[in-house]
C-alpha cells in the first residue's frame, strides 16, 4: 500500500495541514490555559472546609471522569440549542474540552498538594518561617516538581483529544484528514499525514516534560 | 575449592577488578577487606557470576565460572549469598523466604522443603519466627533468615558482603555467631567485613583490597600486627580508630 | 413538549441497552486482549533485550503520540487498502485493544522495574531461573504498583471506545447520536448517555483508588 504512496497530493493538501496544525495548536492551548484555570478553583474549592463548595466541585469532578470526552462534547454540541444557546462550534468545542480537561488538573494538582508531608509544613513553621515563605520555598517547589510530569501528561492527552473536534466539524489536524479521505479518497496519505503532525507535537512535550523534570530536581537539591 | 587467576573486570572504563589471584581452600574462611570501592563486592559477586568476568579463569567446585557456556544454575545451587541490604521477599514469609528455591531449583517436594527450612530456620536461632514477614522481624533477626535461606540449598561455600554493616550495633553479634556456627562446622565461607574481632577469630586469612587489586593476603594475626604495605597499615589505623 | 421527549426517551431504552452492550462488548474484549498482549510486551520492555526494548518503546510512543480518532481512521480506512478485510466492529476491537496494550505495558514495565534489583539478585544467587524470578519474585511483587494505575487504565479505555461511533460502531455514544437527531433534547439524551456510562466507570473509579490506598499501606508496612 505505502509504494504508492501520494506524496505529491500531501504536498498539494500542505497548506491547509499547516492551517489545520495550527488550529489544533491554539485550540488546545486555549483549552490547557483554561483547563489549568478550571482545574486551581476546583481543586481549591473541593479542599475546602465548606460542603457548599466542595460537594459541587466533587460532582463535577466525578461526572466528568466517569464519562467519556465524545459523550460530553455531544452533551454540549447537541444539549446546549436545546437550551436555546447558539454559540460557534468552536466555542462550544473549546468549552467541552475546557470542563473535561479542568477536572483531571484539580485531582492532579490536589495529589500534588497532598502529597507533601504534613511534618515538613510544622517544621517550616518550627524553624520560623512566615506562611508566604512555607509556600514559596516548602510547598510550591514540592508540589510542581511533583506534578509537572502529570501535568504535561495531560497536555498531551489534551491535543489528542482535540481530534475529537473534528466530529462536530471543526477544522482542526484530523478534520484535514478526512477531507483529504473524502475529497481524493486517500486515507492513507490523509491520516498518517495527520497521524505525523499529533507525533510532532507528542514528542516536543515529552521532550519537555523530561527536561523540565531534570531541571526541578536539580533545584530541589538546594 | 574457588580459584582466580588473572581475573580482571571493568565497568566501562573503570578497572574494578585489577589481576586477581587467589586460591581458597575447602572448609577454608577468608575474610576480604579494603577501603569503600576497592572492589570487595565486586570480587565476591563474581564468584557466582551476578557479575561476568572479562579476562582471566575463575574455577568454583571445579566448574568453570568464567566460561559462558556453564551452565550457572548448578553452580549457584552450590553458593549461598548472603547481602548487606539482606533483600528478603517481602511478600514471603521466613519459611517461604528458605523453601522457594529448594522447591523451584532443587525440585524437593514440598512437605520436605519446610521441614528443611524449619530446622534451619531453628539452626540460626528462629525456631518461632517462621511465619513472620520480613516487615515484622528486627535487622538481625532478618539477616538471619537470609542466611538460613542460603543454607537451604545445602551449600558447599557461602558468601557474604558485609552482613552486619546494616544492622544496628547491638545486633551484629548474633549474626556474627551465626556466621562462626557455620566456620566451625567446616564450610567454606568468604566474608566482607571490617569487624576485626570476628576476621581474628575465625579467618584463616584476610584479603586485603585496594583500589581493585589484591594487596596484601595474610592470617589475620600477622595483618594486624604487623601489615606489610603501607596501604594495608593505613587502612588499619582508620578503622581501628573508630 | 419536554415530557413528550422524555416519554419517547424512555421507550428508546431498549436501544440504548443494546448501545451498552456493544460498548461492553467492544471494550470487554479489548481489555482482555490488551492485557494480555500489555504483560506480555511489558516484561520484555522491562528485560535486558536492547532491540526488543527499543521496538516496543517506538510502538508505545507512535500509539500515545496520536489521537486514538486517527488510530481508528487508520485502522478502517487504511488496512482494507493492504488486502485486510475488517468490519467496524474487528476494526474498533483492534484498535482499542493496540491502545490499550500501550498504555499498559508501560505500567507494567514500570512496576517490573519499581521492584528492587537486589530481589533479583537474591533470586538469581539462589539459583532461581529467569521464569521462577518473574512467576515467583518480581511480579507478586510489581503486582502492588500495577493494580492500581490498571484498574485505572480499564477506566479510559472503556472511555475511549465512545469514539469507536466514529466508524459506526453502534455503542451506547452512537445511539445518543441516533437517537438526538430524532430527539431534539441534547441534554436529556445525551444525560442518559452520560449515566450509562457512569454506571459503568464510577465502580471501577472507585475500585482503583481503594486498591490505591491499600497498597500504598501494604508498602508501608512491609
Ligand atoms: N554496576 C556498576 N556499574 C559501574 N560501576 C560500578 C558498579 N558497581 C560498582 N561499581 C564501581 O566499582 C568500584 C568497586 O565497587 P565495589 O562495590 O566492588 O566496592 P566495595 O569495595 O564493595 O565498596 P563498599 O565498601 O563501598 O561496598 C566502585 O568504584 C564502584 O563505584
Ligand atoms: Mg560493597
Not at chain 2, 563486592?41 to 557466582?48: D, G, H
Amino acid at each position: 500500500m505505502l509504494e504508492n504512496f501520494n506524496f505529491r497530493v500531501i504536498w498539494e493538501y500542505m497548506p491547509l495541514y499547516g492551517q489545520c496544525f495550527f488550529a489544533t495548536l491554539w485550540l488546545s492551548a486555549l483549552s490547557l490555559l483554561g483547563a489549568v484555570l478550571v482545574g486551581i478553583l476546583a481543586c481549591g474549592m473541593r479542599l475546602s472546609q465548606s460542603r457548599l463548595l466542595s460537594w459541587p466541585a466533587g460532582i463535577y469532578i466525578e461526572s466528568i471522569r466517569s464519562t467519556p470526552l465524545l459523550a460530553q462534547l455531544y452533551f454540549f454540541y447537541f444539549g446546549l440549542p436545546s437550551l436555546g444557546i447558539m454559540l460557534p462550534e468552536w466555542v462550544t468545542g473549546v468549552f467541552a474540552l475546557t470542563l473535561n480537561s479542568g477536572a483531571y488538573y484539580a485531582e492532579i494538582i490536589r495529589s500534588g498538594i497532598q502529597a507533601i508531608h504534613f511534618g515538613q509544613i510544622e517544621a517550616g513553621i518550627s524553624s520560623g518561617l512566615s506562611y508566604f515563605q512555607r509556600m514559596r520555598y516548602i510547598v510550591l517547589p514540592q508540589a510542581l516538581g511533583m506534578t509537572v510530569r502529570p501535568m504535561l501528561g495531560q497536555a498531551i492527552v489534551l491535543v489528542k483529544d482535540s481530534s475529537l473536534l473534528s466530529l462536530i466539524s471543526i477544522m482542526e489536524l484530523t478534520r484535514a484528514g478526512q477531507l483529504l479521505t473524502s475529497e481524493r479518497f486517500m486515507p492513507a496519505e490523509g491520516f498518517l499525514t495527520t497521524a505525523a503532525f499529533y507525533l510532532v507535537i507528542y514528542y516536543l512535550l515529552k521532550a519537555f516534560s523530561n527536561w523540565s523534570e531534570k531541571r526541578l530536581i536539580f533545584k530541589e537539591a538546594f | 575449592m574457588i580459584s582466580f587467576k588473572n581475573v580482571n573486570k571493568w565497568y566501562g572504563d573503570l578497572h574494578v577488578l585489577n589481576n586477581i589471584d587467589l586460591e581458597i581452600a575447602a572448609g577454608e574462611v577468608v575474610v576480604v577487606c579494603g577501603p569503600s570501592g576497592s572492589g570487595k563486592s565486586t570480587l565476591i559477586r563474581c564468584i557466582n557470576r551476578l557479575e561476568p568476568i572479562q579476562e582471566g579463569e575463575l574455577v568454583v567446585d571445579n566448574m568453570a565460572v568464567h566460561d559462558k557456556n556453564t551452565n550457572m544454575t548448578k553452580v549457584r545451587a552450590e553458593i549461598g549469598f548472603v547481602f548487606q541490604s539482606f533483600n528478603l521477599y517481602p511478600h514471603m514469609t521466613a519459611l517461604q523466604n528458605t523453601t522457594i528455591a529448594p522447591i523451584k531449583v532443587r525440585k524437593m517436594k514440598k512437605a520436605d522443603a519446610e521441614e528443611l527450612g524449619r530446622e534451619t530456620l531453628a539452626r540460626v536461632g528462629l525456631k518461632d519466627r517462621i511465619y513472620s514477614y520480613p516487615a515484622q522481624l528486627s535487622g538481625g533477626q532478618q539477616q538471619r533468615v537470609a542466611i538460613a535461606r542460603g543454607l537451604c540449598m545445602n551449600p558447599k561455600i557461602m558468601l557474604f558482603d558485609e552482613p552486619t554493616s546494616a544492622l544496628d550495633p547491638e545486633m551484629i553479634g548474633e549474626v556474627l555467631d551465626t556466621i562462626k556456627m557455620l566456620a566451625k562446622g567446616g564450610m567454606t565461607l568468604v566474608v566482607v567485613t571490617h569487624e576485626m574481632g570476628f576476621a581474628r577469630e575465625v579467618a584463616n586469612r584476610v584479603v586485603f583490597m585496594d583500589d581493585g587489586h589484591i594487596v596484601e593476603v595474610a592470617p589475620p594475626i600477622d595483618f594486624f600486627t604487623n601489615a606489610q604495605t603501607e596501604r594495608g597499615k593505613a587502612f588499619l589505623s582508620s578503622i581501628l580508630s573508630h | 413538549m419536554w415530557s413528550f421527549y422524555f416519554h419517547e426517551l424512555m421507550r428508546s431504552l431498549p436501544f440504548f441497552m443494546k448501545g451498552v452492550w456493544m460498548t461492553v462488548a467492544v471494550a470487554g474484549l479489548s481489555l482482555i486482549a490488551g492485557t494480555v498482549v500489555g504483560f506480555i510486551c511489558g516484561i520484555i520492555r522491562a528485560g535486558r533485550n536492547k532491540i526488543l526494548r527499543a521496538v516496543i518503546g517506538v510502538w508505545v510512543d507512535i500509539v500515545r503520540g496520536t489521537p486514538f480518532l486517527v488510530q481508528i481512521f487508520i485502522i478502517f480506512f487504511i488496512l482494507p487498502g493492504a488486502g485486510i478485510e475488517l468490519d467496524a466492529f474487528s476494526a474498533a476491537v483492534i484498535a482499542l485493544s493496540n491502545l490499550t496494550a500501550s498504555f499498559i505495558c508501560e505500567i507494567v514495565a514500570g512496576g517490573i522495574l519499581s521492584v528492587p534489583k537486589g530481589q533479583r539478585e537474591a533470586a538469581t544467587a539462589s539459583g532461581l531461573s529467569q521464569y521462577h524470578q518473574l512467576r515467583f519474585i518480581v511480579l507478586p511483587q510489581a503486582m502492588r504498583t500495577i493494580l492500581p494505575p490498571l484498574v485505572g487504565q480499564y477506566v479510559l479505555s472503556i472511555k475511549d471506545s465512545s469514539v469507536v461511533s466514529a466508524i459506526g460502531v453502534v455503542d451506547i455514544t452512537r445511539v445518543g447520536w441516533f437517537t438526538v437527531q430524532r430527539i431534539p433534547e441534547g441534554i436529556m439524551v445525551f444525560g442518559l448517555v452520560g449515566l450509562l456510562y457512569f454506571a459503568i466507570c464510577y465502580p471501577l473509579i472507585n475500585l482503583s483508588g481503594y486498591l490505591e490506598r491499600r497498597m500504598t499501606v501494604m508498602t508501608i508496612r512491609l
